[in-house]
């Protein structure tokens, strides 16, 4: 199994829709991440969490939201999807502990299409 | 605030040739640590490279070489006798190592690399 998963891999949605995409991991680390990434933009950050009871705002988080479930659980969700969040986005983990730094582990994606 | 800077957009080589994937990063923090990843077309993001700041020795592994400069503020990737599976996104990457907002990681806009056979 996977050390970061994310559900669902593909998604067709359409406008107006809510959605939700969903990050497990195993890792035990205790700082979660959601980027998008975009053609020609990079990975950009919508939100971020250092724990339960920590979310942050990233640099694109209009339109979104999350929930920190657990230490092991991070969603994301587009509340009323637009074609404009047509994206792949990522989710990534981190450990606090930085002696040493292990650096960051990958989801492999989820795909989502809004029409 | 932190920032990477990949000015190439796009490269085109033949097989065999040597390529070099430039990265340029701002920061005002003296620990950070410094990342590149390959992005092939099935969209997974593939670790290859972590480097922090104390260490400048530039590394090789295999056909892959990183040539790390603080002066210039450059974590140039190198790879030779390039191959067609070395097609992909390259992205390079920073995080600042002294916490809170700052330990996010803040990534270029990635380079796209063709290798023609």
């Given at each position: 199994?996977?050390?970061?998963?994310?559900?669902?891999?593909?998604?067709?949605?359409?406008?107006?829709?809510?959605?939700?995409?969903?990050?497990?991991?195993?890792?035990?680390?205790?700082?979660?991440?959601?980027?998008?990434?975009?053609?020609?933009?990079?990975?950009?950050?919508?939100?971020?969490?250092?724990?339960?009871?920590?979310?942050?705002?990233?640099?694109?988080?209009?339109?979104?939201?999350?929930?920190?479930?657990?230490?092991?659980?991070?969603?994301?969700?587009?509340?009323?999807?637009?074609?404009?969040?047509?994206?792949?986005?990522?989710?990534?983990?981190?450990?606090?502990?930085?002696?040493?730094?292990?650096?960051?582990?990958?989801?492999?994606?989820?795909?989502?299409?809004?029409? | 605030?932190?920032?990477?800077?990949?000015?190439?957009?796009?490269?085109?080589?033949?097989?065999?040739?040597?390529?070099?994937?430039d990265c340029v990063y701002e920061t005002r923090d003296t620990t950070y640590y410094l990342f590149?990843?390959?992005?092939?077309?099935?969209?997974?993001?593939?670790?290859?490279?972590?480097?922090?700041?104390?260490?400048?020795?530039?590394?090789?592994?295999?056909?892959?070489?990183?040539?790390?400069?603080?002066?210039?503020?450059?974590?140039?990737?190198?790879?030779?006798a390039s191959q067609v599976v070395d097609s992909a996104v390259y992205f390079c990457a920073l995080?600042?190592?002294?916490?809170?907002?700052?330990?996010?990681?803040?990534?270029?806009?990635?380079?796209?690399?063709?290798?023609?056979?």
């Amino acid at each position: 199994d996977a050390d970061v998963t994310q559900t669902p891999r593909n998604r067709i949605t359409k406008t107006g829709k809510r959605i939700m995409l969903e990050c497990s991991q195993t890792k035990g680390h205790d700082r979660m991440y959601w980027y998008r990434q975009d053609p020609g933009l990079g990975l950009r950050l919508i939100y971020y969490s250092f724990d339960v009871k920590d979310i942050n705002k990233g640099e694109i988080s209009d339109g979104y939201s999350v929930s920190r479930q657990a230490q092991a659980k991070f969603s994301l969700s587009l509340e009323s999807a637009i074609p404009n969040q047509t994206a792949l986005y990522f989710c990534a983990t981190s450990d606090s502990d930085r002696n040493p730094f292990r650096g960051y582990t990958f989801g492999s994606g989820t795909r989502l299409t809004v029409v | 605030a932190q920032k990477v800077t990949q000015a190439q957009t796009e490269i085109s080589v033949v097989e065999k040739e040597d390529v070099t994937l430039d990265c340029v990063y701002e920061t005002r923090d003296t620990t950070y640590y410094l990342f590149w990843y390959k992005q092939p077309p099935s969209g997974e993001l593939v670790f290859l490279i972590r480097r922090n700041s104390f260490d400048e020795q530039n590394e090789i592994s295999g056909r892959y070489s990183w040539n790390f400069q603080k002066s210039t503020s450059s974590f140039n990737f190198t790879i030779t006798a390039s191959q067609v599976v070395d097609s992909a996104v390259y992205f390079c990457a920073l995080s600042e190592e002294t916490g809170g907002a700052n330990s996010k990681l803040t990534f270029g806009k990635g380079i796209t690399l063709s290798v023609r056979p």
